[in-house]
């Protein structure tokens, strides 16, 4: 499985911290319609347990410690997300599972499209039936 990652652009003023950030098509193949982001989890959580038939996405978490289980029915990876300046591109097609390696880690995820809870495949013997027909 090819695992997508993008360093995130990222200006450093000295002393004063850090200012990431991306553009829709340029930096990201896709339009982002959306950005929702995910906080207040205790650690040890996991969460996800779908695959979208459309929506592609890009996560990053700007605190914390994240590890993003992606499975695209034949292979699986395991991607650390634990700086701010790292991005992971999860399109369309693949199973994911978010685990906090830390409480109060913050997930943050820009999508190509609104919500749209029939995009969702939510049980993995669906999901397979749907990538192997
Ligand atoms: P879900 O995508 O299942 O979260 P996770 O994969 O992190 O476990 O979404 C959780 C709930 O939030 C679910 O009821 C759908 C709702 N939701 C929205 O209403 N709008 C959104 O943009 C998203 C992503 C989720």
Redesign the pocket.
Known sequence: MTVKTISIKSIETQGMGTLSFFEAEKDVGFPIR?I?Y?HGVPEGIQ????AHKKLSQILFCPYGSITILLDDGTEKASVLLDKPDKGLIVEHNMWRD?IWNQANSV?C?A?SEY?D?SD?IRSHDEFLRYINK
């Open positions: 959306r929702y995910i969460r996800g347990g779908h978010m997930l995820v999508a919500y809870p969702y």
